[in-house]
T-cell receptor
Framework: KQEVTQIPAALSVPEGENLVLNCSFT??????LQWFRQDPGKGLTSLLL?????REQTSGRLNASLDKSSGRSTLYIAASQPGDSATYLC??????????FGTGTRLQVFP | DTGVSQDPRHKITKRGQNVTFRCDPI?????LYWYRQTLGQGPEFLTY????????KSRLLSDRFSAERPKGSFSTLEIQRTEQGDSAMYLC?????????????FGQGTRLTVV
């Protein structure tokens, strides 16, 4: 059974810092991994999708890497801003054809 | 097309009442998923459809829950005889198809409060 873990559970940093959020999964037989952002009381916004054959994806200040063999992904946020404050969720999809989520990292960026 | 749409955004109901939620996926997306999320947790899978066929249901989905996707377009999730433990955010997502390149897109969710 696939299990996804995210650490840290919460993170509070001053504006301008570079951040690394971690995601690990137990079954390496995945199709892809997706990172999402969730603001309080809202739905999920897709940030990045990494296919299983890829090593990383970039979008603006965000860079996500994937090491399928070790069951790990990282989301790197450069030059953090208060507007980045949200919960970040990673999810994997494999042969079961459904996204399996971690519990998220709650990020607070203060001015 | 503006994305996945869910209605209502909020629902407050008394214990024992039935509620129904609606999800309109991105057009041409043939996969539609329902998830439930409680405070501080990641979304948990409930069920999904490929076109109008319901392919899998989670064990979380008790007999009180039913989902439909007539004609492979919008979907409804009904909860009968609601209980306080049903209070959660119900999220809908759609994606084009299965496979390695499919990105899932979520709606804004329906927040259910059972009093």
């Amino acid at each position: 059974k696939q299990e996804v873990t995210q650490i840290p559970a919460a993170l509070s940093v001053p504006e301008g810092e570079n951040l690394v959020l971690n995601c690990s999964f137990t079954d390496s037989a995945i199709y892809n991994l997706q990172w999402f952002r969730q603001d309080p009381g809202k739905g999920l916004t897709s940030l990045l999708l990494i296919q299983s054959s890829q090593r990383e994806q970039t979008s603006g200040r965000l860079n996500a890497s994937l090491d399928k063999s070790s069951g790990r992904s990282t989301l790197y946020i450069a030059a953090s801003q208060p507007g980045d404050s949200a919960t970040y969720l990673c999810a994997v999809i494999g042969g079961t054809d459904k996204l399996i989520f971690g519990t998220g990292t709650r990020l607070q960026v203060f001015p | 097309d503006t994305g996945v749409s869910q209605d209502p955004r909020h629902k407050i109901t008394k214990r024992g009442q039935n509620v129904t939620f609606r999800c309109d996926p991105i057009s041409e997306h043939n996969r539609l998923y329902w998830y439930r999320q409680t405070l501080g947790q990641g979304p948990e899978f409930l069920t999904y459809f490929q076109n109008e066929a319901q392919l899998e249901k989670s064990r979380l989905l008790s007999d009180r829950f039913s989902a439909e996707r007539p004609k492979g377009s919008f979907s409804t999730l009904e909860i009968q005889r609601t209980e306080q433990g049903d209070s959660a955010m119900y999220l809908c997502a759609s994606s084009p198809t299965r496979g390695w390149d499919t990105e899932a897109f979520f709606g804004q969710g329906t927040r259910l409060t059972v009093v």
